[in-house]
């Protein structure tokens, strides 16, 4: 249910000034660059340089690096490790100092979010060691290394996918392109800041619509967020290896951009835990990076991306038989489907005309 119009609150954000917002945007400007001009150059000088070795691809991943060492491809790697770190970490126009300059007016906005059956937050919660020991994505100390770091995730967001129309786009995609069903309570699981979570309570509005992940600083941005625009959503702080909530209570189960940053023991505990918190024929959604398309090329870019962008565990996941974990844990039927992010669908055989991840559906019913 959405709650009524005078309930809904003033949106409090992070309103960076205007000299931050120059540098982000053109951060985001040249971010956009490197998406095409950069990769598309980067892509003609490996054909130009296969093309040199009589037409044989180079057959590994250090081998093609070796292959393309040399001034573009050094400075294609520089502008994706680089942007991102500027973006949340220039001393004066990153997204860290902007929401320290504005750090006690969103701290109020958090500290005042009043208490609601809505956000379950658990203090005593034992984050697990890959969790605390890698910044994900660069982002300083992590989602939930800092009061305010929730602020900074939901930011940093606009310039993760710079060819969407818009940051949230995705997660409506992925909620029309689960198959339709009666779904009476559905989970978000690892929710983050909650854009993953509101679009299924758009789609689905009366169902019970719950997220949950370990990061009280993401969670307490979600509920703002829902209370500024009078969504009911449940939020709960979890490890979802093991959560409190009981067997079969959820129709449907979804994660977005998350599979891929767990170790596979940890992924395995979490699978498991779906598998027991779903009902049976329930349906088990993520939406994540697997199987990169456009042979060597496309897994040199994705491989160079998880170690330029610090996610350590991003190649063991691509490489991982996924759908043979979904089957060993129970579920009785497992696919993997391409998805359209918006830039449309690349075969697996294709190199991508832009950069962009290895989008992959995986759909599973218990
Ligand atoms: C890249 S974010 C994605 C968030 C959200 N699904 C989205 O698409 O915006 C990954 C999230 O997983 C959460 N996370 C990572 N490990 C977790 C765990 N073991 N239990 C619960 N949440 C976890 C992080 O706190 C973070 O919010």
């Not at 809505?118 to 660069?138: G, S």
């Not at 989970?187 to 689905?204: R, W």
């Not at 992940?213 to 941005?221: H, Q, R, T, W, Y």
């Not at 049976?280 to 993520?286: D, I, R």
């Amino acid at each position: 249910m959405v709650v009524a119009a005078q309930n809904q609150r003033k949106r409090v954000e992070v309103r960076p000034d205007r000299s931050t917002k120059a540098y982000q945007d053109f951060l985001l400007g040249a971010k956009l660059f490197w998406t095409r001009q950069m990769y598309s150059a980067l892509h003609k000088e490996y054909q130009d340089k296969v093309k040199a070795r009589g037409g044989k691809e180079p057959e590994t991943y250090a081998e093609t690096e070796k292959m393309m060492q040399g001034p573009l491809y050094s400075f294609f790697g520089w502008f994706e490790r680089h942007i991102q770190r500027l973006k949340y970490s220039d001393k004066y126009y990153g997204l860290v100092a902007a929401v320290n300059r504005q750090r006690s007016e969103l701290l109020e906005a958090l500290e005042n979010l009043p208490p609601s059956k809505f956000l379950k937050l658990n203090p005593d919660i034992e984050f697990p060691h890959y969790y605390k020991a890698v910044d994900f994505h660069q982002h300083p100390g992590g989602v939930a290394g800092d009061e305010l770091a929730g602020f900074v995730y939901e930011y940093a967001r606009k310039t993760t996918t710079p060819l969407h129309i818009h940051e949230d786009d995705i997660h409506f995609r992925l909620a029309k392109a689960v198959p339709k069903g009666d779904y009476k309570r559905i989970l978000d699981f690892g929710c983050g800041v909650g854009k993953s979570t509101y679009p299924f309570k758009d789609l689905y509005p009366e169902a019970e619509v719950h997220g949950c992940d370990i990061s009280a600083p993401c969670l307490k941005v979600a509920y703002l967020r829902a209370l500024e625009s009078g969504r009911e959503i449940y939020y709960s702080q979890e490890n979802m290896e093991k959560t409190s909530y009981p067997d079969e209570y959820f129709d449907l189960i979804h994660t977005t951009f998350i599979q891929h940053e767990f170790p596979l023991k940890a992924l395995e505990k979490i699978t498991r835990e779906a598998f027991r918190l779903l009902k049976p024929g329930g349906l088990y959604v993520n939406l994540d990076f697997h199987s990169a398309p456009g042979g060597v090329f496309g897994k040199f870019c994705y491989f160079g991306h998880s170690k330029r962008n610090n996610e350590v565990f991003m190649r063991a996941f691509h490489d991982f038989d996924y759908l043979g974990l979904l089957r060993k844990v129970g579920f009785k039927s497992a696919e993997m489907l391409p998805f359209d992010d918006g830039t449309g669908i690349v075969a697996q055989n294709e190199v991508p005309k832009a950069w962009r991840f290895p989008w992959q559906l995986f759909i599973s019913r218990k």
